[in-house]
């Protein structure tokens, strides 16, 4: 099978969070994954713009999908939050021939060439843990991670709405997180708040409230043992790490609780550098924990 796709990383890895997009990129280099740069993408305009425009946000989506199908390629994202915008608009669009017909005039007196539905929107963690050759990424595995405790943060943008995203009936031990953890070596660490929101989009409303939901969100897993949180969303990414020293003082404790891109958990399992993976921006430092494991 033939892993080309047009990459969509989203807004915040081309900015706050260019690690997560290193990290990517380098992991998919090692697994043979092809990732085609989509150069006249835009914002996916998320999801304000859907609950405030919604006849714009769908053409916006439309436009973007509509240049992965020009290029033959399922688009795939590292952002969970374009992931769902993307998702949604796919849905409806193939879903909705005269939606589509409404859009697609749209997009045509714009200079836009229609979208024909023709294509699916992935998530890079999905990629590489159901269409990768397991042996394949088993044999890429050459820094195993020999028990570490990790914590799988899903975030709520990749599992929800249901109608959407059909796999989120699946058990833990047959989800994408627990799956990758489990082959890198390392022990997923269950507990509350996994499929939580981060906290990210009450970020401008009630920053406050943002704050207790990241220190309850990481303590949850700290305290159900975890030594590492990994995410594959890049909102949440930033905000599980960036906050996470601010969070403390609204619960008056220490977390302490390195987090990151799966990616880049994947990437030291696999050998790539430090440097390539942008480990040294990270926000917690998680040399003791890699460390633990031999991977400092």
């Known amino acids: 099978m033939t892993l080309e796709f047009a990459y969509y990383p989203g807004c ?10 290193q990290a990517a990129r380098a992991v998919c280099q090692e697994l043979g994954i092809t990732l085609k740069n989509m150069p006249r993408a835009s ?19 439309a436009r973007i ?36 017909d409404k859009i697609n005039a749209v997009l045509t007196e714009s200079g836009v060439r229609p979208y024909e539905g023709s294509i699916k929107v992935r998530h890079l963690l999905w990629v590489v843990t159901d269409l990768v050759d397991p042996r394949i990424l088993s044999s890429r595995i050459t820094k195993p991670l020999k028990g570490l405790r990790i914590a799988g943060f899903y975030g709520c943008h990749s599992l929800r709405p249901e109608e959407i995203f059909n796999h989120t009936t699946q058990q833990a031990e047959g ?18 708040g996994q499929d939580r929101c981060c906290g990210f989009h009450v970020m401008l409303s009630d920053k406050h409230e ?14 159900a043992g975890a030594q590492i949180m990994i995410t594959p ?9 960036s906050v996470q020293q601010i969070a403390e003082k609204s619960v008056q404790r220490t ?11 994947l990437g030291l399992s696999m050998g790539i550098s430090k440097d390539q ?10 040399t003791a924990a890699l460390a633990s494991v031999g991977l400092a």
């Open 210 to 223: 943002m704050h207790a939901m990241v220190a309850k969100n990481c303590l949850s897993a700290k305290d």
């Open 175 to 192: 989800r994408h997180l627990e799956r990758l953890i489990r082959l890198m070596g390392g022990v997923p660490v269950e507990y509350v």
């Open 65 to 100: 999908l509509s240049e992965a199908e020009a290029m033959g390629k399922d688009l795939v994202t590292i952002c969970n939050t374009c992931l769902q915008t993307l998702t949604h608009a796919n849905y409806r669009l193939s879903n909705e021939p005269e939606l589509r």
């Open 255 to 265: 977390i302490n609780l390195p987090e990151m891109n799966f990616a880049q958990l």
């Open 233 to 241: 969303c890049t909102l949440c990414d930033m905000i599980m790490g």
């Open 12 to 21: 915040a890895a081309k900015q706050i969070q260019r690690e997560a997009d």
């Open 277 to 286: 993976l942008g480990i040294s921006r990270l926000h917690v430092d998680p």
């Open 43 to 61: 914002c996916c305009g998320a999801v304000s713009l859907r609950e405030t425009k919604p006849a714009f946000a769908m053409a916006v989506a």
